[in-house]
Every structure is written in structure tokens, then in C-alpha cells.
């Protein structure tokens, strides 16, 4: 009887206990599938499921140590909607921090089924109101954001990065890799810094340059490039309009674009340069002779003008007068295969191999399929094509007596200790030209700029050795063909006797009163070099001094005398009439002070009404 009853009591709690733990089977079962049903219909992303850290984006240097990209944390606010709908208290603080009503919030968690972010990447004390919150479903995920701290600096450079943290333009893309490689065994998930040739003074005066360029010449865009000619470091690169790379979407797409290494299009009179320069190496280019130029050069019927009758001239002055006929008498005789090969070694036609995404070759017709009408024209810069950085670099072997130089971006790369993991020097490509031939060149130049097209470059810089040549082309599209529009264009150096920088300026379609390179690019040439002196120059060169003050016929402030207001431009004229002379006053044209009215040194009272002609010395 014991044992029977005990055989009883032992089998009835043998099936409790196999109730209990089916039971429990069942409860597990049933949270399982809704835990899987959760999972299946709010999936979080592998970004939020993953327990591993991103890899956090290395900075961006300038050539100083000026951060111009860096990585700051953020918050993203995500929802799994299955679970929110079970729970809505606090949605109104939800709401609220997000930038939803309350109504919509509701609206968009009930209409979903998979998670989807709310926000993505908030500032930290944004997001804290919603860390005290208790609220079912809410993710919030600490993630890294990029941010450019001087906005639109140097913006096609930089590029962006996406929502996801990969670059997407500029440097942030094509070294992308780099910025998100962490040291071999690092546990600090930091990726490797970038420290670029740029220097942000230089950067900033050129694009302030090129923006007042812009306004003042009505232009489509304008970009331009500042190489340290005796290195081919890039120390400023821009082109106009830019954007903010901190929200690169409120900008047009065409601002993204990096112009001065992807616009191609015919450079005009600066192409003459590489012209003058295969004359020179093939022992074509004799100073006695003489060009008389009718104003035209024709051959079977084709026709080149140029500007007006030159007559006589040697070739300086040819290059003075940028006359056309001078330039294709002169290379005539040179076979087509000897000045095909010598732009090749210029860099015509091929990419620079810049580290940057985008750049475009240019276009350099194979000789075989050169005309008689070619024949003519590519030696004065047309029917050639070129980006602005490949025709700077070109020229910058002429400053840098023959020794063409790739293009520097990048100077090195260190870690998140700031150890140097690589550096970069520069090296030169090869030979283009002799140091005899390249000086030659630079003294063409230097008169070019002191009484030839480019005199506006030279225009209160007296006391500057500087030297360059201007370039005035026709635009061509595939759609239009050779238009009424202009493209003006600026390229030289400082010093002349032993460049430092080389210096390329490009305006695209000048609607102003002008549309010259000497009377769009030139003055800006003057302008952004005068700003960078200071900034770029070494030694003790005698050619650099103070710059020229203009001087008033009566003492500065007196009051009662007409001031000389000569070679002022529109800008300085504006500043110093209006405040001082304020009244009803005629500025007529464009560039500088030419003839003013009451004339210096006459007596003024208010109320004043004065007069102004605008214009370009020589031109």
C-alpha cells in the first residue's frame, strides 16, 4: 500500500511538473514568435543592431593645422513602430525635440511597420530630454557626424560625406579610405587625418577675390588655382558660386563641382605661352625678325582676325599685343607632329592625376586629323581645350624654370595620435623646357604685364615684379557651337625673376561692360596677389615693397578740397565718397578712376554732386 501510494503521489507530480514546463514551453514559444514578429516587421539596421563602434572619420588639416573637417557626436532618433503603438505617453516631448506634432508623430508611427529613423544626427543637448524619456520603441543611437567649422571654406575640396558617413565628393571621397582606417591593433576606432597643402589664408583671399570678380563682371562662374611654382603644392583652389558642406543639398548640384580641375574649355591667349615656348626649344624664334601684321592672318581662303592692325613688331611685342597673325606666322613652319608633342609635354590633353575626384583631360586633336584651320588655331588657344589646373600647371614649369611639376594636394597623413603614417614630397615630372628658354619667356612676360594686355594687372603694383599674360576666347558648346559669349582668363607669377606662386584666374561668360582677360582677370590677379603677399613670401626680395597710398593734392581730411581719387576702384572710390562726401554723384564704367569731376585740388561745398569715368589704363 506505501509504495502503491507513493507510485501515485510520484506520477502526479511527474504530470504537474510536465504541465509546468509545457506551460512555460508555451509562454517562451509565444514570446519567441513575437519577438521574431518584432523583429521581422521593425528590423533595426546593422548600424543599431551591431555592438561594434564605427570607425570615427580623421580630420581634415590645412597646410597650418587648421581643422577644416572634423567628426563631432550627434544622436539619431529612431522608432520600431510595433512596439510604439503599444505605448504613446511622451510623444508629445517626442514630438516636440523632433520637429513633429503631435498628430503627425502618431500618424507616421500607426501608417508604419518597419523601424525608421526620425531624426538623424541631432546635437547631443538636443536629444537629452528624450534620454529621461520611457517611451516603448524609441531608439536613440549615439553615431558621428561630419562638420566643415569654417562652412563654405575651400568647399569643393573638402567635398561631404552622406548621411551613412561615407564621403561622397571631394577629398572625404577620394580618400575615403584612409579617414576610416583605424592604426593595425587600435582600439580607439579613430581613422587616419589628412592634412592638405591648402592654406586657408590664401584660400579664403582667393575665393573672396573671385566672388567680388564675379559680382562685378556679371560672369556665369568663376574659378581659379594658386600653385607654389617652385613645389606644385596647391595652396588655393576655388571656383564661384560655392556651397556649405554642412548642407550641401540647399546648394544647386553645380556648385558641388570642383571647376578648376573638371570645366574644360579654350583658354584663348594664355595657351600662346606653350606656342612661344615649342618655338624656343625648336630653335624657330629669332627677336630681329619682324611680323607686320594686317590685322588678319588667311590662308586658302580661312581667316584669323586680330584685335586691329599691329604692322611692325618683334615677337615680344607680338606677345605684348597678344596678336594673333605674330603667333601663327611664327609657328607656320613648325610641323604639326614638333608642336603636337611639345604641348603633350606641357600636359595638354592628359590629367594631372590630382588626387581628386573628377577631373576632366581636356582635349588635344591627334595630329593626323589637324587641318590646315587647326593649323591656325591651336596655336592661339583654340580648337584646344584644358581645365584651368592643367593649363596653371603647364605654365607653372615656365616659372619654374622648365621643371614640370605634378600637383600636390595632400602633404601627409597621420594617425589619431598624430604620428606620420606617410608623407608626401614633391617630385619633378621631367624637364619641359631649358632654364635659358624658360627666362626668356619671363621676360616676355614681365612686358606683357608692364605694357601689354596685361597692364591691368599691373596697375598700382609698380612696385611688383610680376609677370603674365591675359587670355580673351569665345565660348564654343556642343549645342550652341561658337557663341557671343566670352570666357576671360589671367595667368602668372610672383616674383618674375624667381617665382613663387603662379597664379590662374578664369571667368566663364562676362555680361558686364567688359569681358576681357585684361579687364576682368587682370585686376583680380592684382587683387588677390596683394592680399597673399604677405602670407606666401620668403626672403628679402627688393622687389616687394610697401604698396603705393594715393596721395591727395590737399592734406587727407581737410575739408573743402576735392581729394585725387585717380586709380581708385569702384569699391575704395564708393567707401570713401560716401563716407566723407555724401550726395548725388555719376559713376560711370567699370575697373578704376580714370577722370573725375570737380578735378583734385577744387574747392567743394555741399551738397556735393561729383562725376567719375571708369576704365582700364591702356586698354
Not at 475 to 493: C, I, L, M
Request: proline share 6%; with cysteine; aromatic share 10%.
Amino acid at each position: 500500500m506505501i509504495d502503491g501510494k507513493q507510485t501515485k503521489h510520484t506520477g502526479q507530480f511527474t504530470l504537474r511538473y510536465k504541465l509546468a514546463l509545457l506551460a512555460l514551453l508555451v509562454v517562451f514559444a509565444v514570446l519567441a514568435f513575437r519577438a521574431i514578429e518584432l523583429a521581422i516587421a521593425s528590423p533595426l539596421p546593422p548600424s543599431v543592431i551591431g555592438e561594434a563602434q564605427k570607425v570615427r572619420r580623421g580630420v581634415i588639416f590645412d597646410a597650418r593645422g587648421h581643422e577644416l573637417a572634423i567628426s563631432r557626436d550627434t544622436v539619431s532618433v529612431g522608432i520600431k513602430p510595433l512596439e510604439a503603438r503599444l505605448q504613446t505617453e511622451g510623444a508629445d516631448v517626442l514630438a516636440r525635440v523632433t520637429g513633429f506634432s503631435r498628430a503627425d508623430l502618431i500618424q507616421k508611427i500607426k501608417a508604419s511597420e518597419k523601424f525608421f529613423y526620425l531624426k538623424r544626427k541631432m546635437p547631443p543637448e538636443e536629444a537629452a530630454p528624450l534620454r529621461k524619456l520611457d517611451l516603448a520603441g524609441l531608439v536613440l543611437q549615439n553615431e558621428p557626424d561630419r562638420y566643415y567649422p569654417n562652412q563654405r571654406l575651400a568647399s569643393q575640396i573638402l567635398g561631404f560625406t552622406g548621411l551613412d558617413g561615407e564621403g561622397l565628393a571631394g577629398v572625404e571621397f577620394s580618400q575615403n579610405q584612409t579617414l576610416t582606417r583605424s592604426r593595425s591593433g587600435s582600439q580607439d576606432f579613430i581613422g587616419q587625418n589628412i592634412h592638405l597643402t591648402i592654406n586657408s589664408f590664401v584660400q579664403h583671399q582667393l575665393e573672396k577675390t573671385l566672388a567680388a570678380g564675379l559680382e562685378d563682371s556679371v560672369s556665369k562662374q568663376a574659378m581659379g588655382v594658386i600653385i607654389e611654382t617652385q613645389t606644385g603644392r596647391i595652396l588655393a583652389m576655388s571656383s564661384q558660386p560655392d556651397f556649405d558642406p554642412n548642407a550641401p543639398n540647399k546648394s544647386p548640384e553645380s556648385t558641388w563641382k570642383n571647376l578648376p580641375i573638371s570645366f574644360q574649355y579654350e583658354p584663348g591667349s594664355t595657351f600662346k605661352i606653350f606656342t612661344m615656348a615649342a618655338l624656343l626649344r625648336e630653335n624657330m624664334l629669332d627677336e630681329s625678325t619682324e611680323y607686320n601684321c594686317p590685322g588678319y592672318f588667311e590662308y586658302k581662303g580661312r581667316k584669323v582676325s586680330c584685335t586691329h592692325k599691329h604692322g611692325r613688331q618683334n615677337f615680344t611685342e607680338v606677345m605684348q599685343n597678344s596678336c594673333n597673325y605674330g603667333v601663327i606666322t611664327a609657328s607656320w613652319q613648325l610641323p604639326v607632329l614638333k608642336l603636337y608633342e611639345n604641348l603633350k609635354a606641357f600636359g595638354i590633353g592628359s590629367v594631372s592625376e590630382i588626387p581628386l575626384p573628377g577631373e576632366a583631360r581636356g582635349q588635344l586633336a591627334n595630329p593626323k586629323d589637324w587641318d590646315y584651320f587647326l593649323k591656325m588655331t591651336i596655336p592661339i588657344g583654340h580648337g584646344v581645350s584644358v581645365t584651368p589646373l592643367q593649363l596653371a600647371l603647364g605654365v607653372n614649369a615656365i616659372g619654374n624654370d622648365g621643371n614640370l611639376m605634378p600637383p600636390m594636394i595632400i602633404d601627409k597623413i597621420t594617425d589619431s595620435q598624430g604620428r606620420v603614417v606617410e608623407r608626401f614630397q614633391p617630385q619633378v615630372k621631367y624637364r619641359v623646357t631649358t632654364i635659358e628658354n624658360a627666362r626668356k619667356m619671363r621676360e616676355t612676360l614681365r612686358a606683357v604685364v608692364k605694357s601689354g594686355t596685361g597692364a591691368g594687372a599691373d596697375l598700382r603694383l609698380k612696385e611688383y615684379d610680376v609677370c603674365g599674360k591675359t587670355g580673351t576666347s569665345v565660348k564654343w558648346t556642343r549645342k550652341e557651337g561658337y557663341s557671343n559669349k566670352y570666357q576671360a582668363s589671367f595667368v602668372g607669377f610672383f616674383p618674375c625673376a624667381k617665382p613663387e606662386i603662379t597664379i590662374m584666374l578664369m571667368f566663364d561668360e562676362p555680361r558686364g561692360e567688359y569681358h576681357q582677360g585684361a579687364t576682368v582677370a587682370a585686376p583680380a590677379f592684382r587683387r588677390v596677389l596683394k592680399e597673399i603677399i604677405p602670407a606666401i613670401h620668403v626672403g628679402e626680395l627688393s622687389e616687394v615693397k610697401q604698396l603705393p597710398t594715393p596721395q591727395y593734392r590737399a592734406v587727407q581730411g581737410e575739408k573743402g578740397i576735392m581729394p585725387d581719387f585717380r586709380f581708385f576702384s569702384k569699391k575704395e572710390l564708393m567707401f570713401q565718397v560716401l563716407s566723407k562726401y555724401p550726395g548725388d554723384h555719376q559713376v560711370k564704367g567699370a575697373g578704376y578712376v580714370l577722370s573725375q569731376s570737380p578735378a583734385p585740388g577744387t574747392p567743394v561745398n555741399p551738397p556735393y554732386s561729383f562725376s567719375f569715368q571708369l576704365g582700364f589704363p591702356d586698354e
